[in-house]
């Protein structure tokens, strides 16, 4: 199955920009990826995801900050964000699903943190 890495994360003043990787260890150019994020004592939620034809959402905190891209060339997808709030820190994990065989099967990488200093 493929495996999926995330990488970027760190240390970044308020309003400043990071940008985040998801390598995927084989072609994912047909399926569609997402970026999920986690506080301290918040739930998983969704921040972005884009398709096989590229086309993009954004949950409405980061629109207009947060931008996902792809390079099905290296099998990598982007999360660049710029204006950072310190309300962004968490885990960014990067995610997909692909079949599995007997159904679908969810993807997971294991995550990269990012922190927001005010």
């Known amino acids: 199955q493929v495996q999926l890495v995330e990488s970027g994360g760190g240390l970044v003043q308020a309003g400043g920009s990071l940008r985040l990787s998801c390598a995927a260890s084989?072609?994912?150019?047909?399926?569609?990826m997402a970026w999920h994020r986690q506080a301290p004592g918040n739930q998983r939620e969704l921040v972005a995801s884009?398709?096989?034809?590229?086309?993009?959402d954004y949950a409405d905190s980061v629109k207009g900050r947060f931008t996902t891209t792809r390079d099905n060339a290296k099998n990598t997808v982007y999360l660049q964000m710029n204006s950072l709030k310190p309300e962004d820190t968490a885990v960014y994990y990067c995610?997909?699903?692909?079949?599995?065989?007997?159904?679908?099967?969810?993807?997971w990488g294991q995550g990269t943190l990012v922190t927001v200093s005010s």
């Open positions: 995610r997909t699903v692909v079949d599995g065989g007997s159904g679908d099967l969810e993807i």
């Open positions: 084989r072609s994912v150019s047909h399926i569609t």
């Open positions: 884009i398709t096989s034809a590229g086309y993009t």
